[in-house]
């Protein structure tokens, strides 16, 4: 089985296709794109651009020879190869579908852990009184779950880049079969540390496999929103995790259905999971060219000009990524992730955004909801019952992002951060409210800011995934989500294991309008306005070039940006 690069074949980096392009024409109303970096439409197909390619790149030849390559492959795999690949093969006329189906299947994975990690709510109650738990060793069994996480996060560079971006999700289910199985067979507290925390750590590997898998296989006019379906079903699953609650709440021993509930979903998942294919782009950075056209053309229409540029670009990536480490100790290897400017820059936006995110407090909030509705003035049963509405609100708030955040880019998306900021000013006045003489206000303003908050936060966190997944070089992206997901469980440990702490030292109102909400306005937004990169509609390698660019002539791009912005609004008014 050949699967180098043909020796005849032309480099691409030896000529610069896009600049032979006419450029498309910038739009001046999208206020964040950078204009000192010209967009190339190579959509435009036609005779004149194909004739352009064929002269410069010869690109008929390399395609004949990568049909050759493919077709070689096919041939020389052995039965234990096709099954050792755990992929049914599955191919559509169409290629959309097979986009589709990819990113629905790949982003369900959220759905076990969103159950993981709402569940705990409901399951809390009987819980307790059955073991017998302290409080410390309650909080524990809730927060081991993103210590865990941090394991797998861990875990998941190596298992990534040895065994692939889809081999690595179907691992994680086995870790999530596992640890329900000892959840909800558990007869003490060290059992439920062991069954949560190995949950976790199928939540870790899942976590950052799934968005470097996703972004790495779909087209860029779509990788926002079907990375952004991640954090969907990240909020369906705690939506879920919460229905169960109410489900089992009567039945004795309840707590045992509610903790050991992800079993089906894992099962489900690693099934569907044997009719996707893996990474091309991992593909590409093991050398396995014939086996990366096969799959690209499962994905891609290949009668386009565009697309089978993208494949020579990605090639090209991996060729130059590999002649890198050719040349590098592996001490030096492990180690670009920070000694490159490139990568070291995408390093630092990926987990400023990413602790954004988790240093909010959602994780706190969403473990301890029946916690906390039963302290505003809810019975048990009905505060399990209402923690459904910031569980839903959190799945509605993704949906946008699903939607919009590819038509509106990373930028304006993140101003969302704003809204929630907000919705934790009502939450914390809501506990300021005396529930003894004015409980109806009490509750109304808690609901109120629970709402808001899960709803902007379901269309923020969905950032939380999408830009560190397409941030990173191909050769670091494995490490890079290994650190930011590291970084996510680690921030979620922290703010779940010290939240009832923080809340006795603060009360809740300090620690949502001060710790929480004061992250959120005096350190996100302001970062997020000056160093944050628009990354839509670009492919990964036109990413690099973005990150290949100073951080002081970013901060002055925005700048300008949002000077022209303020002009012509103040103009209009």
Same mark, same amino acid.
């Given at each position: 089985?050949?699967?180098?690069?043909?020796?005849?074949?032309?480099?691409?980096?030896?000529v610069?296709?896009?600049?032979?392009?006419?450029?498309a024409?910038?739009?001046?109303?999208?206020?964040?794109?950078d204009?000192?970096?010209p967009k190339?439409?190579?959509?435009?197909?036609?005779?004149?651009?194909?004739?352009?390619?064929?002269?410069k790149?010869a690109?008929?030849?390399?395609?004949?020879?990568?049909?050759?390559?493919?077709?070689s492959?096919?041939?020389?795999?052995s039965i234990?190869?096709?099954i050792?690949?755990l992929?049914?093969g599955?191919?559509f006329?169409?290629k959309?579908?097979?986009?589709y189906?990819?990113?629905?299947?790949?982003?369900?994975?959220?759905?076990?852990?969103?159950?993981?990690?709402?569940?705990?709510?409901g399951a809390?109650f009987?819980?307790?009184d059955?073991?017998?738990?302290?409080?410390?060793?309650?909080?524990?069994?809730?927060?081991?779950?993103p210590?865990?996480?941090?394991?797998?996060?861990?875990?998941?560079s190596?298992?990534?880049?040895?065994?692939?971006?889809?081999t690595?999700?179907?691992i994680?289910?086995?870790w999530?079969?596992?640890?329900?199985?000892?959840?909800?067979?558990?007869t003490?507290?060290?059992?439920m540390?062991?069954g949560?925390?190995?949950l976790g750590?199928?939540v870790g590997?899942?976590?950052?496999?799934?968005g470097?898998?996703?972004?790495?296989?779909v087209?860029?006019?779509v990788r926002?929103?079907?990375v952004?379906?991640y954090?969907?079903?990240i909020?369906?699953?705690? &939506?879920?995790g919460? #229905?169960?609650? $109410?489900i089992f709440?009567?039945?004795? !021993?309840?707590w045992?259905? +509610?903790?050991?509930? /992800?079993?089906?979903?894992?099962?489900?998942?690693?099934?569907g999971l044997?009719f996707?294919?893996?990474?091309?782009?991992w593909?590409?950075?093991?050398g396995?060219?014939?086996?990366?056209?096969?799959?690209?053309?499962?994905?891609?229409?290949?009668?386009?000009d565009?697309?089978?540029?993208e494949f020579l670009?990605?090639?090209?990536?991996?060729?130059q990524?590999?002649?890198l480490?050719?040349?590098?100790?592996?001490?030096?290897n492990w180690?670009?992730?920070?000694?490159?400017?490139?990568?070291?820059?995408? &390093?630092?936006?990926? #987990?400023?955004? $990413?602790s954004?995110?988790?240093l909010? !407090?959602?994780n706190?909030? +969403?473990?301890?909801? /029946?916690t906390?509705?039963?302290e505003?003035?809810?019975?048990?049963?009905?505060?399990?019952?209402?923690?459904?509405?910031?569980?839903?609100?959190l799945?509605i708030?993704t949906?946008?992002?699903?939607?919009?955040m590819?038509?509106?880019?990373?930028?304006?998306?993140?101003m969302?951060?704003?809204?929630f900021?907000?919705?934790?000013?009502?939450?914390?006045?809501?506990?300021?409210?005396?529930?003894?003489?004015?409980?109806?206000?009490a509750?109304g303003v808690?609901?109120?800011?629970?709402?808001?908050?899960?709803m902007a936060?379901?269309?923020y966190?969905?950032?939380?995934?999408?830009?560190?997944?397409?941030?990173?070089?191909l050769?670091?992206? /494995?490490?890079?989500?290994?650190?930011?997901?590291?970084?996510?469980?680690?921030?979620?440990f922290?703010?779940?294991?010290?939240f009832?702490?923080?809340?006795?030292?603060?009360t809740y109102?300090?620690l949502?309008?001060?710790?929480?909400?004061?992250?959120?306005?005096?350190?996100?937004i302001p970062?997020?306005?000056?160093?944050m990169?628009?990354?839509?509609?670009?492919?990964?390698?036109?990413i690099?070039?973005?990150?290949?660019?100073p951080?002081?002539?970013?901060?002055?791009?925005?700048?300008?940006?949002?000077?022209?912005?303020?002009?012509?609004?103040?103009?209009r008014s």
């Amino acid at each position: 089985m050949s699967s180098s690069t043909p020796s005849g074949s032309l480099e691409l980096q030896s000529v610069n296709i896009k600049d032979e392009i006419k450029p498309a024409v910038l739009h001046q109303e999208d206020v964040y794109e950078d204009p000192g970096q010209p967009k190339y439409d190579l959509d435009l197909e036609g005779p004149r651009t194909h004739a352009l390619l064929e002269d410069k790149l010869a690109l008929d030849e390399e395609i004949e020879q990568l049909d050759k390559l493919g077709d070689s492959f096919k041939r020389e795999r052995s039965i234990w190869q096709t099954i050792a690949s755990l992929d049914m093969g599955v191919d559509f006329e169409d290629k959309r579908y097979m986009v589709y189906m990819l990113g629905a299947f790949a982003s369900a994975a959220g759905i076990l852990s969103g159950i993981d990690q709402s569940i705990i709510s409901g399951a809390s109650f009987g819980m307790n009184d059955m073991l017998k738990l302290t409080e410390h060793q309650s909080s524990l069994i809730s927060s081991l779950m993103p210590l865990g996480a941090m394991a797998g996060s861990i875990l998941m560079s190596p298992l990534n880049e040895w065994l692939g971006r889809k081999t690595s999700i179907i691992i994680s289910c086995v870790w999530y079969t596992v640890g329900a199985i000892l959840c909800a067979a558990a007869t003490n507290h060290h059992i439920m540390y062991a069954g949560r925390f190995i949950l976790g750590v199928g939540v870790g590997i899942e976590g950052g496999c799934v968005g470097i898998y996703i972004s790495e296989s779909v087209p860029a006019t779509v990788r926002g929103n079907l990375v952004s379906m991640y954090q969907f079903n990240i909020a369906l699953g705690e &939506l879920f995790g919460y #229905v169960i609650g $109410v489900i089992f709440f009567d039945v004795h !021993g309840g707590w045992r259905f +509610m903790v050991g509930s /992800s079993l089906v979903f894992s099962t489900l998942l690693f099934v569907g999971l044997f009719f996707l294919p893996e990474s091309p782009r991992w593909l590409l950075h093991k050398g396995r060219v014939g086996e990366a056209w096969n799959v690209w053309k499962r994905l891609r229409n290949v009668s386009l000009d565009s697309n089978k540029v993208e494949f020579l670009e990605s090639r090209q990536a991996a060729q130059q990524d590999e002649e890198l480490r050719k040349n590098e100790s592996r001490f030096q290897n492990w180690f670009d992730l920070v000694r490159i400017p490139r990568n070291k820059r995408a &390093l630092i936006y990926a #987990v400023m955004m $990413v602790s954004l995110g988790q240093l909010t !407090g959602i994780n706190a909030v +969403m473990y301890y909801m /029946s916690t906390l509705m039963h302290e505003i003035g809810f019975s048990h049963k009905r505060s399990v019952a209402m923690s459904m509405v910031g569980g839903a609100a959190l799945l509605i708030g993704t949906i946008p992002a699903i939607l919009w955040m590819d038509r509106f880019g990373r930028r304006v998306w993140s101003m969302n951060l704003v809204l929630f900021a907000v919705g934790l000013v009502l939450v914390g006045v809501g506990y300021k409210i005396n529930r003894e003489t004015n409980l109806p206000a009490a509750e109304g303003v808690y609901l109120t800011g629970q709402i808001l908050y899960n709803m902007a936060f379901g269309s923020y966190s969905a950032l939380t995934w999408v830009l560190p997944s397409e941030s990173f070089s191909l050769a670091t992206r /494995s490490v890079g989500m290994t650190v930011c997901s590291t970084m996510l469980y680690l921030w979620s440990f922290t703010v779940t294991y010290n939240f009832e702490r923080m809340q006795h030292v603060m009360t809740y109102t300090g620690l949502t309008l001060g710790f929480y909400g004061g992250i959120a306005i005096v350190i996100g937004i302001p970062y997020q306005l000056l160093c944050m990169p628009e990354t839509k509609n670009k492919t990964l390698e036109e990413i690099d070039d973005i990150f290949s660019m100073p951080t002081r002539t970013l901060m002055k791009h925005n700048i300008a940006n949002m000077k022209r912005t303020l002009k012509r609004f103040t103009s209009r008014s």
